[in-house]
């Protein structure tokens, strides 16, 4: 009986696997040739599949899983695209006066204009303003020199003239800020002065006079330019604020500040508009503090009271975000990051679990400290980098709150001017704000 049962056992094996064989021919063939294939399936059902895809409601109101996502932008992407802003993308900004866009097309016409003459007849009509700072000027720091700029587009635009802007020191303006470019080709307002745009040896200290030769107006920092155009926005566009948008059409940082910038808000996990800035200007001549005299030391009890009401504000302003913390001292930011009792909060925070996270401060290497662009004696480019570095980290978040100086306000117009507090007033006094860290715990105590 055994014999014919493993005869038996044999057949059954043999037919199914006769069986599988046929079956897979019939399913190839069908697949081949059935116009209802799987790929004829999906695109007759492309729709419904990308709807599903993004987070349709299954047949039972489920929300559907999205397996196939379209690719959030990451945070690399987000910087350098905020850095290099389209210059199409400005304009297209409705705030923006009809009249910056119409100079901006005249102002590229007529530069060009100036150099098809020049090479035509060696003379020519097109007039100029321009913003220097040359070798013997007596220019300001950075932000004496830059937060003119949209004023005095304004006032080209109302001479018909064209801007330019030339730094001789500490070192070329091309430096650290270039003309943005479009992706189509286009770009920003053409502002740099090559070297043999105008005859070797000009003179240009003209103070506000024309030189009739060559139809040069030139200026040099003009401390009532950036109220004369805040007042603008106020008066004349309604509150609108334009500032940042006219600054990005003329600078865009260049490639070695880009870098910089990228890799020091990627290390501090920074998204754009995420954070918030605080700016601390402890050098200024003002409450008993002298520039070229001054100590952390002699003055730490001022400082830090200054410093941790600035952190105070920034809070205030944008409750629970992260802070970056800039200042023209780095044993300034080295006592809020590690001495402060906002230190001690994060590490009880993070390390010990006690409380919620609520202020988290953060700064670029502050081994070294930022040179101030009027005084400093050094002549190394790269030495003036993390003074650009800052503005424009800070004109990337979404509030800042500024002390005394222009260079805090320059950043604060930078990020947009909607989310600014000044934590010190223009003669030193405090802009007292709420404990930040006692309001958190007040709440805690409460649960």
């Known amino acids: 009986m055994a014999r014919p049962s493993i005869a038996l056992s044999y057949a059954i094996r043999l037919s199914i696997a006769l069986y599988i064989i046929f079956s897979f021919f019939v399913i ?10 799987a790929a004829a399936e999906l695109s007759k059902h492309k729709q419904k599949f990308i709807v599903d895809s993004r987070g349709g409601k299954n047949k039972k109101g489920g929300i559907i899983q999205q ?9 690399t992407s987000k910087i350098l695209s905020e850095l290099h802003r389209p210059v199409s993308q400005i304009f297209n900004n409705p705030k923006l006066p009809d009249w910056v866009k119409t ?10 204009q100036y150099f098809n003459d020049m090479r035509a007849n060696g003379t020519s009509n097109v007039r100029f303003l321009i913003s220097r700072c040359l070798t013997h000027d007596k220019c300001g720091g950075a932000s004496d020199r830059l937060q003119e700029i949209p004023y005095s587009i304004m006032l080209a635009n109302q001479t018909n003239r064209v801007l330019l802007v030339r730094w001789e020191k500490p070192a070329r303006l091309e430096n650290y800020l270039v003309v943005p470019k479009d992706e189509e080709g286009g770009g920003g307002i053409d502002w740099t002065v090559p070297d043999d745009m105008f005859p070797e040896g000009m003179d240009w200290h003209l103070r506000g006079k024309e030189d009739g030769e060559h139809k040069i107006v030139s200026t040099i920092r003009r401390d009532s330019a950036a109220p004369k155009f805040r007042q603008y926005q106020q ?5 609108n604020k334009i500032y940042h948008e006219i600054f990005r059409l003329l ?33 200024y001549p003002v409450r008993g503090i002298k520039e070229n005299e001054f100590s952390f030391q002699k003055h730490k009890s001022q400082i830090t009271s200054w410093a941790t009401n600035a952190v105070n504000c920034a809070a205030e302003l944008h409750p629970n975000s992260t802070i970056y913390v800039s200042s023209d001292n780095n044993d300034t930011v080295g006592y809020l990051l ?33 040179e101030h662009v009027a005084f400093s004696q050094t002549t190394e480019v790269d030495g003036f980098m993390s003074v650009f570095e800052d503005l424009f980290i800070m004109g990337l978040g979404k509030c800042v709150a500024h002390g005394v100086g222009g260079y805090g306000r320059l950043a604060a117009a930078l990020c947009g001017g909607e989310c600014v507090t000044a934590h010190r007033k223009h003669g030193g006094s405090l802009n007292m704000c709420s404990d930040a860290l006692k309001d958190i715990q007040r709440k805690i105590d409460k649960r």
């Open 235 to 239: 008066e004349e566009l309604g509150g």
């Open 103 to 112: 100079y901006a097309k005249w102002h590229a016409q007529q530069r060009q």
């Open 28 to 37: 190839q063939k069908a697949h081949i040739n059935s116009p209802y294939d």
């Open 338 to 370: 590690e001495e402060s009792h906002f230190a001690q909060h994060y590490i009880d925070a993070t390390e010990h679990k006690k409380h919620p996270l609520v202020v988290k401060l953060v700064a670029r290497d502050y081994s070294t400290e930022n």
């Open 251 to 283: 600078f865009a940082p260049s490639e070695a500040l880009t870098a910089r910038i990228h890799s020091t808000m990627k290390s501090l996990q920074l998204t754009p508009k995420e954070f918030s800035s605080v700016h601390l200007r402890v050098k």
């Open 67 to 75: 397996t196939q996502q379209k690719q959030q932008p990451t945070t």
